[in-house]
């Protein structure tokens, strides 16, 4: 008695055609994610900023000393006390710090101070990017960071 043939599997013709239709779709779907990058790389050093700044604030109220953030807008990094780390935010953001004028250091560069009570001397970050603009507002009475477009 003679075995029909298998038919399982598939043969090279259906996988050559299986893989050029995958390559279509990612060739297409390539430049989308792309784009979406520049707004990213924003959002991440907007949110990075936020995150120090609680961070400041946090370690003033724990330590019952006043801690000061340090911006250096120009090299985009940023510090957390007297003689902290230095922290570098992502990508190619223009910073823009607004605070007190005692509180200006340089040019782009200065701090907004958090004090035992939670209390701040208040400031907003501005950051731009490819992908717009974002804001971080510190108020001074409440040291309550706020995290807008």
């Not at 390559?23 to 520049?38: G, V």
């Not at 950051?127 to 507002?137: D, F, H, T, V």
């Amino acid at each position: 008695m003679v075995k029909p043939a298998r038919t399982d599997g598939f043969t090279l013709l259906e996988l050559l055609v299986v893989l050029a239709i995958v390559a279509l779709m990612t060739a297409i779907a390539a430049p989308r994610f792309a784009a979406a990058l520049p707004g990213a790389e924003l959002d991440s050093g907007a949110r990075k900023l936020a995150a120090g700044l609680r961070e400041a604030r946090s370690l003033a109220v724990s330590t019952n000393r006043a801690v000061p953030f340090t911006l250096r807008g120009g090299a985009n990094l940023y510090t957390i006390g007297r003689g902290g780390e230095s922290r570098q935010l992502p990508g190619k953001l223009a910073i823009t710090l607004v605070t007190g004028r005692r509180e200006i250091s340089g040019a782009n560069q200065g701090s907004i101070r958090f004090f035992p009570d939670g209390s701040s001397t208040g400031g907003r970050i501005e950051l731009k990017g490819a992908g717009g603009k974002r804001s971080i507002e510190v108020d001074w009475l409440t040291g309550r960071i706020r995290l807008g477009e």
